[in-house]
């Protein structure tokens, strides 16, 4: 089975439409159709139907079954083709959350200078979920990931690393700022500042929300921790934030939540569950394993 033909048939069935399809790749209109001729021959069935009194194509459900399959194909081509790649270039590329990364990058790449890795390492931003889509398309081999409940995925190893809280945060300025804890539905009348989509962080909030049966009014929401934090200061509204973001410099306020049951900020090592692990890599991963210990024995964390 032809790897192009299959590309073909994917867009084919996005499209539906044999002219858009071969003016994508560059082709004739024919090689779409000769494309279509020979996966259709070599899997003895009948995957697309022109409907000429409609004007449309017609999958049929053997088609449909092949374009499941396809993708698949697909997608992991191009994770083997980017695993190859990244062999030749004996770098790690490591994703890593900026509120992960701000607390622990600074003293976790004092490991990496000792073992003589640093230069190997290609740190990438960006917020959990983002970074997750990203290990599952090659474009990383290693992530340190936010959650809010351990990852079960088949195509990646995940180890859990850390279990944090996530607080409330206010202006030292704020009425909330005398009390020591706070339950979440106290915090009805309240207006929010909160981290956006890319962060695990609205999956807390809203299982939190929806346990203390009210509705916040949230009136911003971004990715970028500082402006947050100075609206916070500010006053504009109060935060919801995991314990590892906040630190005495920003001059704000944490309160623990009181409820008897609320999510965790979960911390995890993910690698690709297919991906051929490196002596680079595994080195990685020890130093980031032995940096951890140290954080769970350390009588400051």
Do not use: C, W
């Not at 139907?49 to 088609?63: C, F, K, M, Q, W």
């Not at 490991?111 to 190997?120: D, E, G, P, S």
């Not at 909160?194 to 695990?200: F, M, P, Q, S």
């Amino acid at each position: 089975m032809n790897t192009r033909d299959i590309e073909y048939y994917v867009q084919l069935v996005k499209l539906k439409n044999f002219t858009k399809v071969a003016n994508l790749f560059h082709v004739s209109q024919p090689t779409i159709t000769y494309a279509v001729q020979r996966l259709e021959k070599e899997l003895n069935a009948v995957l697309i139907v022109r409907d000429r009194s409609h004007n449309e194509l017609l999958i049929t459900p053997a088609g449909h079954q092949l374009f499941i399959h396809a993708q698949s194909i697909l997608q992991e081509i191009t994770r083997a083709k980017a695993e190859i790649q990244q062999l030749q270039t004996k770098k790690i590329r490591l994703g890593m959350p900026p509120i992960i990364g701000n607390e622990y990058f600074p003293k976790l790449s004092g490991y990496f200078i000792r073992q003589k890795l640093m230069n190997q390492l290609e740190i990438i931003d960006g917020g959990s979920r983002d970074l997750y889509g990203m290990i599952h398309q090659g474009q990383i081999d290693l992530a340190l990931l936010g959650s809010t409940q351990p990852i079960v995925d088949q195509s990646l190893e995940t180890q859990l690393l850390l279990d944090k809280q996530f607080m409330i945060v206010v202006s030292p300025e704020h009425p909330l700022a005398q009390k020591e804890a706070v339950s979440f539905k106290e915090l009805i009348s309240e207006e929010f500042v909160l981290l956006n989509e890319h962060y695990v962080h609205p999956t807390a909030f809203s299982k939190l929300a929806k346990q203390a049966h009210i509705e916040p009014k949230i009136v911003y929401q971004s990715n970028d921790l500082s402006i947050l934090k100075s609206m916070i200061r500010e006053q504009v509204g109060i935060g919801f934030l995991t314990e590892i973001a906040i630190h005495p410099e920003d001059q704000l306020v944490v309160l623990p939540l009181t409820d008897t049951v609320q999510p965790r900020f979960l911390i995890s090592l993910v690698t690709r569950t297919q991906q051929l692990p490196t002596d680079l890599q595994q080195q990685v991963v020890r130093v980031i394993n032995e940096f951890i210990q140290i954080q769970k024995n350390s009588p400051s964390d």
